[in-house]
């Protein structure tokens, strides 16, 4: 049987024979169906039976090859009840499962009982089981199937991937959107038996790599355009070698391509590649962001300059000399942006060139030996801020000049100062600043143009010590002056009272005689 309403006289009740809307459901949602299989029958007390099932929910294949037994319970006293039997999709699983009828889903009432409710996206309905009031166990003429019958998909269903073996049914269609078809295969494949799809078509081989070479390689050579231009592929190289009558070569990975003077080139080089060229009329561009370049060659002389000649026009016809700052968006500029690993390197110049400038500085310079004939630092008070006090005469004094060698080189004597004494007497005054610094090698870097500011202060601090000495100085040479002049003042008084004593001596001494 398939899909069935009953006549009233083949019903035990009339609820059984009324169109229900699961009824309109399962008829009007054609994108679920069964293919074969889903037989339901009474097997037990309160007991049904699914047979194994094939078929269509929402659009989707699905094959349940196990039997499903199924229990149930009859309704509440005074109540008719319905139980649908469906196929369910939850959690990506497919199974045949029962939806008892409540008061709740409308599916158990004491007048009029309905189907449960349930979502046409998620179930299909297999069967519908109908308990009468007062009914303790299923009757069989209240089974009815309800299942509704389909072919296999004429539309294709899309998947993104090839289908599995146990995927659809005998002459259905899925299209495969993330292959990428080999020469002469689709996207397309067909189900031809029970566990196998077939790809409508099949990729071609045939032609080795060799054959195809020899053919490109033979192209070259017989096409009348490439007159004076021979042809050959380079099993060892990889490429196709070009001879013949030129005005200049190209070499690119083992292969020599020959081109006029008229002509333009543009060569795609990969980023490991090395390339070598000259020229003389011809226009050659290489579209690589970092192809190596090894050997120029000048177009008059014939001389060569070796690579690390990163210089646009290394033998200097573009560009100022001295250069002229800034630089950037000059034309005969050249950038390297990565490290460079080199020997020694000079300026092709006495005194015209400079490392850097006032706007594009070098973060850090690391040197062992520097000669300079000025040297000259940024200061500029927009520049700098929290403005405060340097140590004066008391840290200076407290530094310890000593004579000493690098271990590095012996037999040279270098005056200065230990960077850790330096900073032991600036955590010992509580003096924070940056004269000692650590390196990445963890040794300690002394600055010592920091140091000249101390050096000032406690020049200052000095003059103006001198200056108070000089003040009390002539202070006590005042104080002498006045002295002087104020017992000189006196002076006729002491004259007077020496003249009165010797006279008052004469007179006792006459006293004393008489």
Not at 8 to 35: H, I
Not at 115 to 134: I, Q, R
Not at 138 to 147: H, Y
């Amino acid at each position: 049987m398939a899909f069935t309403i009953p006549n009233r006289p083949d019903t035990t009740d009339a609820d059984q024979a009324e169109p229900d809307k699961g009824d309109f459901q399962s008829l009007g949602y054609q994108k679920s169906g069964v293919l074969s299989g889903g037989v339901v029958t009474n097997t037990a007390t309160n007991t049904v039976t699914a047979t194994a099932v094939s078929g269509y929910l929402n659009g989707e294949y699905f094959n349940i090859t196990a039997d499903t037994v199924i229990s149930m319970s009859a309704p509440a006293t005074g109540n008719a009840k319905f139980v649908l039997i469906n196929v369910q999709k939850s959690g990506g699983v497919f199974s045949v499962y029962a939806i008892q009828g409540t008061t709740a889903n409308n599916g158990m009432s004491t007048s009029n009982a309905r189907f449960p409710d349930f979502d046409s996206t998620t179930d299909m309905l297999l069967a519908a089981v109908y308990y009468a009031s007062g009914d303790t166990d299923i009757n069989a003429a209240a089974l009815v199937d309800k299942r509704v019958f389909v072919l296999p998909q004429a539309n294709p269903t899309v998947v993104t991937s090839t289908p599995g073996s146990a995927v659809g049914a005998i002459g259905e269609i899925r299209i495969d959107s993330n292959l990428t078809p080999a020469t002469g295969q689709t996207r397309i494949y067909v189900k031809t038996d029970a566990t196998t799809w077939t790809n409508l078509g099949t990729p071609q081989t045939g032609v080795s790599s060799e054959e195809v070479q020899d053919i490109v390689g033979a192209m070259f050579t017989t096409d009348a355009s490439h007159t004076g231009i021979s042809a050959i592929y380079d099993d060892s190289g990889g490429g196709i070698d070009l001879t013949g009558a030129s005005s200049w070569n190209l070499t690119v990975a083992g292969s020599t391509e020959n081109v006029t003077d008229s002509e333009t080139v543009t060569i795609n080089v990969s980023s490991d590649a090395e390339v070598s060229l000259s020229h003389s009329n011809g226009t050659i561009t290489i579209n690589d962001e970092w192809p190596k370049v090894r050997t120029f060659t000048h177009p008059g002389s014939g001389a060569t300059k070796p690579a690390h000649y990163l210089y646009s026009d290394p033998w200097g016809y573009g560009g100022p000399n001295p250069p002229v700052y800034p630089a950037a968006g000059r034309w005969d500029d050249q950038y390297l942006y990565s490290s460079l690993i080199m020997a020694s390197h000079w300026p092709n110049t006495n005194n015209a060139w400079t490392s850097g400038s006032y706007s594009y500085r070098w973060s850090g310079v690391y040197g062992v030996t520097v000669y300079y004939q000025s040297l000259s630092g940024l200061s500029d008070r927009a520049l700098k801020q929290d403005f405060g006090e340097v140590p004066g005469i008391d840290f200076v004094n407290r530094l310890q000049p000593q004579s000493y060698t690098f271990k590095d080189n012996p037999g040279s004597v270098r005056w200065g100062i230990v960077a850790q004494d330096v900073e032991a007497l600036c955590t010992e005054q509580g003096i924070t600043s940056s004269v000692v610094t650590m390196g990445e090698d963890g040794l300690r870097n002394l600055n010592y143009v920091d140091l000249i500011a101390p050096v000032i202060k406690s020049i200052q601090d000095l003059v103006v010590q001198v200056d108070g000495s000089k003040s009390q100085s002539q202070s006590a040479v005042d104080y002498c002056a006045d002295f002087d002049a104020k017992m000189l003042a006196k002076a006729p008084d002491a004259e007077a009272r020496d003249t009165n004593i010797a006279d008052l001596q004469a007179r006792v001494a006459a006293l004393e005689s008489a």
